[in-house]
């Protein structure tokens, strides 16, 4: 249905625009469209009715965060009420459907409508409203857009909080553990297999470095310290950096290893593998300064789980258990299969058969 009056949320206030009546309702939509590229013909179309700007940045963000919930803020209301005619059914254009039963709610005179042609004259709204609020200054408005939807951004999850009583807490230091863990997890993964694959590849011209040097990440170190096998005794400062040299620089000389020819000692030395196996490392310390970190975490957060069970048990277990406080609201039977759900109706499953 064509609305009387369109209301437009903008970041300074409230505006109330009054559309015109057309003869024939079946027109609105075409000449409506036509009419948005032309800021002439769009203000024959709507007319500003009334509009209410906001006391300050926070009157601003409060109203954002209520329309953004579908909730209609005091401020909305008792502008609609001392602007709209006193009559009943006054058919209101609106932008989000979510506000309607709020409206319909909390001022009874009006009938809000969303969609068809109404979403057409708010784009156009939107478009002109430069010049159909002549009296605000152009550059103010674009700087409180920016500014209102940054403010917005940083306060979604407090609004959540405020208005809608979700017990949510972004101070909850357990958030943070259970991404850390989670993380944690995959790079283990990722960690073991470019490992396994950076040993298949440099194996290929240095199988023995691996019994010399069994640890993985002290493998990749020396694999991107030595590179070439038959260089290992011409750079000095190579050589004091690795603490088994002497079994190594034997290894090198007896090695059963392929040679390798200018292209693939291009690649390994400056290219594809040397690359690869740097990152490798770098994700080898950084796992370790993530462990580090959900160590401290850990024994700020549940200092004795951590000694019972662990740092990083612990955190799979409050990972499982969504947060802190839903581990220990757990009885004893729930704990004992936290993430072996699997398993054990696997093996119960196999025993019933």
Not at 84 to 112: A, F, M, N, Y
Not at 143 to 171: E, M, N, P, Q
Request: a positive charge; one cysteine or more; charged letters at 25%.
């Amino acid at each position: 249905s064509v609305p009387d009056f369109v209301l437009y949320e903008h970041a300074v206030g409230y505006a109330l625009l009054k559309v015109k009546e057309f003869e024939d309702a079946a027109l609105i939509s075409s000449e409506v469209e036509t009419a948005i590229s032309n800021v002439q013909k769009f203000t024959g179309v709507v007319k500003m009715h009334a509009f209410e700007p906001f006391r300050n940045t926070e009157n601003a963000l409060e109203n954002c965060n209520a329309i953004s919930e579908g909730i209609s803020h005091s401020d909305l209301v008792n502008f609609l009420e001392a602007n709209l005619p006193k009559k009943k059914k006054i058919v209101v254009g609106i932008s989000d459907s979510r506000l309607s039963g709020s409206l319909q709610e909390q001022v009874g005179t009006i009938k809000p409508v969303f969609g068809g042609v109404n979403t057409e004259i708010l784009r156009g709204v939107r478009v002109h409203f430069e010049h159909l609020a002549r009296e605000l200054p152009h550059h103010s408005l674009n700087k409180t857009k920016i500014s209102l939807g940054h403010s917005y951004s940083r306060a979604k999850v407090r609004f959540i909080f405020k208005y809608l009583k979700v017990k949510f807490d972004v101070h909850r230091v357990d958030n943070m553990i259970i991404q850390s863990i989670a993380l944690l997890d995959m790079l283990d993964k990722d960690i073991n297999l470019f490992g396994m694959r950076i040993r298949e590849w440099y194996s290929y011209h240095f199988p023995e470095l691996f019994k010399v040097v069994p640890d993985q990440y002290k493998y990749i170190k020396c694999a991107v310290t030595i590179l070439d096998r038959n260089k290992i005794g011409e750079d000095e400062e190579m050589t004091t950096k690795l603490a088994v040299i002497a079994e190594i620089m034997e290894a090198a000389r007896t090695s059963m290893g392929m040679e390798l020819s200018e292209l693939d000692l291009m690649n390994i030395e400056r290219n594809i593998f040397f690359r690869f196996a740097t990152r490798v490392a770098s994700l080898y310390e950084y796992r370790q300064r993530l462990h580090n970190y959900i160590k401290e975490r850990m024994g700020a957060c549940a200092p004795s789980l951590c000694a019972l069970i662990g740092e990083q048990v612990g955190a799979r277990l409050i990972s499982h258990a969504g947060s802190l406080t839903n581990l220990a609201k757990y009885p004893a039977s729930t704990v004992q299969i936290l993430g072996t759900e699997k398993a054990l109706f696997r093996a119960l499953k196999s025993r019933s058969e």
